[in-house]
């Protein structure tokens, strides 16, 4: 090639690129109007030359959109978004990626949608109601998700290299097939409860056609069936439940995530992806441009670093943008900054070395910031608490030049420091320096007892005397029947000798005893029966004691506190006893008897309390002999955590006895006997019921009538 023809070359090359460029750009949309006809809505789409075929479209149900491509077409129209709001129609977006434009119409609603050419005229016919979430059609054999990449090269016939499943995080799952080229052409559409992806000339190895048994991966997806069909292969998944998927294309890898649909609208808020949903099909095309269709569908200004680039095959449906910009960034390894409305994306090291030289010069300046002293006054902590907090060698509050001084007698503090971290410890002080709050504790400990008791006795004689001796007593006693309480009895006649008629007579004596209950005598009935000789004497006394009782006993301790600090409340006594020494000597010691509550509460961040609780009730008991002349204790005990309401009433104990003795003291075979068997028998009956119940009310203190 002689220097003539070279430098013609390089002239006209360049000009070849630009007329190449001018030859795709000749088209382009000019105009867009809107109108109604009988319940349809139509948009007019007006282009500079008529449009060689119709468009391919497809659509989405959730938010409910069309989309239509345009080859060779360009937007002319000097706006990226127009709003009609007519009919079901709310507005259209209009995103030019290199020599193709997409329009996307946002409807209310889903519309069955038509379209027809005229002249330099498209007319889009929105008419009723779609059938579910189906794609529109639009022509025979059209696949419901388009391409903007042309048919495959010639030659050697696309596959799919290996076909794997995984969990996500969240328990969808995901389908993750290996394709041999990234061009190849894949139609996605569901039928009935069943998801169906077809690779259009594409070739499947025979090791791969079989069925994927995924249940124990416990995602929606059961079953991934993949087979040939003719040309293309299908891949034919089955979830279960309710469920939506997504699908994408990082080179030659293409994902179908399929996940479970719960009734949680902000389920995407909390995954962190809460942009408007678009969809998105690129093969092989430039970064930058993937980024400005981004920055025009969401009015957001990206700034992209020079040393982004190279070519990225994508194919998102029906994601939030900014989840597609994150698997954009993760693909090419980039990474973002955003400030306001502005997002600058750059790789990650070149992101990391900036803010490292960014950080480093602020570290410089820091070290040679002038120093500044600022006094703090602590309301609630005290000043020395803080100023150990500040000092400790793990605190990031104060810098290396910073110091503190702390006066406990006007509990201040005088730290000098630069003053962006004279600020950092005045944020600091302000969430600290607040007031405890204060929680009431009111224990209530319920003693009730229910005590029973009955003494039933008889005492039984016979006694016989000589004619003799009996003419000369029965003229001193007559005849005598006594009775109650111990009278001495009724008596007639000459009284100046009593005889007794229980000694040294045959007798059953099996009475009452005088000490079944301390203090209290039995009652007795007694009375004699005599011959008219007065030689023999048959004599009876019955003896009975009843007790029934019923007590209650109220302890009623109280307590304030501040959060998460301990009290304690007691009152009782302090006893005396004699312990003996390693000396051998005795000396007095004290033993408490109290009624204490211990507690600590711990205010939880939903407005109740959780409480550590230690109830105590000792009484002396003088009924009980003890050695050495002590007194014996008796202690009622609990200890336990509890989280009550605010105000709320909670049993945290109770202990319950019963004792029921039932004694008999009898003569065999005669105290047996009926009707006349109590004579020969002693009945003791005791039924004793104790109940200690302990109540806990914790009522949290306001600040206003803390403050009061």
Known sequence: MNPFQSCMKRLLLPLCLLLGQAAWAQNAIEALAVTQQGGETILKLTTSQPLAADPASFSIANPPRIALDFPGVANALGRNTQTFNEGDLRSVNLVQAGDRTRLVLNLNQMRQMSQRREGRSLLVVLGGAAAGATPAPTGAGQPSVQHFAEAAPTGEKPGIRDIGFRRGTNGEGRILVELTDSNVGIDIRQQGAKLVVEFLKTSLPDTLRRQLDVTDFATPVTTVNTLPQGDNVRMVISPKGQWEHNAYQSDNQFVVEVK?????????????????????????????????????????????????????TLRLKDVPWDQALDII????????????????????????????????????????????????????????????????????????????????????????????????????????DVPNRQVMIEARIVEAEDNFQRFVGARLGYHSLSPLASRNRIGNVGYAFGGGLGDPGFH?????????????????????????????????????????????????????????????????????????????????????????????????????????????????????????????????????????????????HVMTEVLVDNGGTVVIGGIYTQEDRNIVTRIPVLGDMPYLGFLFRHNEKADKKTELLVFITPKIIS??????
């Open 329 to 432: 960034m993760q693909a090419r390894g980039l990474d973002m900054r955003k400030n306001g409305n502005v997002i600058w994306i750059a790789p990650r090291d070149e992101l990391a070395a900036k803010e490292k030289l960014q950080l480093e010069a602020q570290q410089q300046i820091s070290e040679l910031e002038p120093l500044r002293t600022q006094t703090f006054q602590l309301n609630y902590h005290k000043a020395a608490a803080v100023f150990d907090f500040l000092k400790n060698k793990d605190q990031t509050v104060l810098s290396k030049r910073g110091s503190v001084i702390p006066d406990e007698r006007t509990n201040k503090l005088f730290i000098t420091d630069t003053s962006s971290r004279l600020e950092a410890v005045r944020q600091v002080i302000a969430e600290i």
């Open 492 to 636: 007639t006649g000459q009284t100046t000798a009593v005889p007794d008629f229980f000694q040294d007579a045959a007798s059953v004596n099996l009475p009452v005893s005088t000490t079944a209950l301390p203090g209290k005598q039995p009652g007795q009935f007694s009375f004699v029966l005599f011959n008219s000789a007065a030689t023999r004497f048959l004599n009876l006394e019955v003896s009975a004691l009843e007790n029934d009782g019923r007590g209650k006993i109220i302890s009623s301790p109280r307590v304030v506190t501040a959060d998460k600090v301990e009290a304690l409340i007691e009152q009782g006594v302090e006893i005396p006893y004699q312990a003996a020494t390693s000396a051998g000597n005795t000396n007095v010691q004290f033993r408490k008897a109290m009624l204490s509550l211990k507690v600590k509460p711990q205010i939880t961040p939903d407005g109740r309390v959780n409480l550590t609780v230690d109830v105590n009730k000792d009484t002396p008991n003088v009924q009980l002999p003890t050695q050495g002349g002590g007194i014996a204790i008796d202690t009622k």
């Open 260 to 312: 479970q649909v719960t009734d949680d609208p902000n389920k995407l808020v909390r995954k962190g992806f809460q942009g408007e949903k678009l969809s998105l099909n690129f093969q092989n095309i430039d970064v930058r441009s993937v980024l400005q269709v981004i920055a025009d569908f969401t009015d957001f200004n990206i700034i992209t670093s020079d040393t982004v680039g190279g070519n990225l």
């Open 703 to 708: 600040q206003e009538l803390a403050v009061r």
